[in-house]
């Protein structure tokens, strides 16, 4: 651990801890006191980051409302407003999708499926661009006001930054701005295929998405939508247990891969060094 103000190593402990029982350090060069979450983005924050952690991962993992959270932590002793749930979500989900989407460069299939869905904000259709490999694991997404080539340029080369490395077949549907967005950002070589019935599996994958938005009557910003919907799908790929489509996974291994992958984002989440950037152009990036 570093002084956040002067970056000295020598540091000495004080025996007193903050009202959350956080340890507490005397800086010996600049004589300054701070704490374990001094220069974090949970510095100020009045509650226990091992809560706020929970209160974003039950938002990203399950179909609750944020008066729902509520009430689950009132169950625990813990009394909440419906929009420090949202702010929590709306400061913390980018930076666990932007975490996740840097571990996973290199990690999927080079055979992509792409398509887009549409997402309800403000009362106005949107475009959620998705993108998944041949078995499954998510590639990329992105959400996008307009569904035109500009667009589908944006997503494809916003993908292959993603993953490190261009596709050599890519399945669409019939929408015509995707072969002139195909064709140059990936190049003449790659392999392009139109058959909507080769593109089922990314259809069916618009499910998930779906079924958490849907209870949410939709989003009343472009901005809350690009991060929930961002931070939804990187979680999802994070609690995938299958590498395969056909793979046969046991339910005892599915439940110690659940308790494994909640270890692990909670370890992302706790080493969050900096403020979140929540622009609009970060967002739609």
């Not at 983005?41 to 209160?55: H, K, Q, R, S």
């Not at 290199?106 to 949107?126: N, P």
């Not at 661009?129 to 992105?142: C, H, K, P, Q, S």
């Not at 009343?220 to 489509?245: G, P």
Request: aromatic residues 10%; glycine residues 4%; positive net charge.
């Amino acid at each position: 651990m570093h002084c956040p103000s002067c970056g000295s190593p020598d540091l000495a402990r004080l025996v007193s801890r903050t009202e959350l029982g956080y340890r507490r350090f005397r800086c010996r060069s600049c004589h300054r006191t701070f704490n374990e979450r001094t220069g974090s983005p949970f510095n100020f924050l009045e509650y226990p980051t091992d809560l706020v952690f929970l209160v974003v991962f039950w938002r990203l993992r399950f179909a609750l409302s944020l008066r729902e959270v509520v009430e689950m932590c009132l169950l625990r002793g813990v009394t909440l407003t419906h929009e420090t749930v949202r702010d929590w979500e709306q400061r913390f989900a980018s930076y666990l999708a932007a975490s996740l989407k840097k571990r996973r460069r290199g990690r999927c299939g080079t055979r992509w499926h792409v398509d887009e869905t549409y997402i309800k904000v403000k009362g106005r259709w949107t475009y959620y661009y998705r993108a998944i490999d041949r078995e499954g694991n998510l590639v990329d997404t992105m959400l996008s006001e307009t569904r035109d080539k500009p667009a589908a340029i944006r997503f494809l080369r916003q993908a292959i930054e993603t993953t490190g490395g261009k596709p050599t077949c890519v399945t669409t549907d019939k929408l015509p701005s995707y072969r002139k967005a195909v064709r140059r950002t990936c190049g003449r070589k790659v392999q392009y295929r139109t058959n909507q019935y080769l593109n089922n599996r990314l259809e069916q994958d618009h499910r998930g998405v779906k079924r958490r938005y849907g209870p949410m009557l939709g989003f009343k910003s472009f901005a809350s939508a690009a991060t929930f919907c961002r931070a939804f799908d990187e979680t999802r790929q994070h609690f995938r247990t299958r590498e395969t489509r056909k793979e046969t996974i046991s339910l005892p291994q599915q439940r110690r891969h659940f308790q494994q992958a909640v270890s692990d984002l909670q370890l992302i989440f706790l080493s969050c060094p900096v403020a979140v950037d929540r622009s609009p152009a970060a967002l739609s990036a």
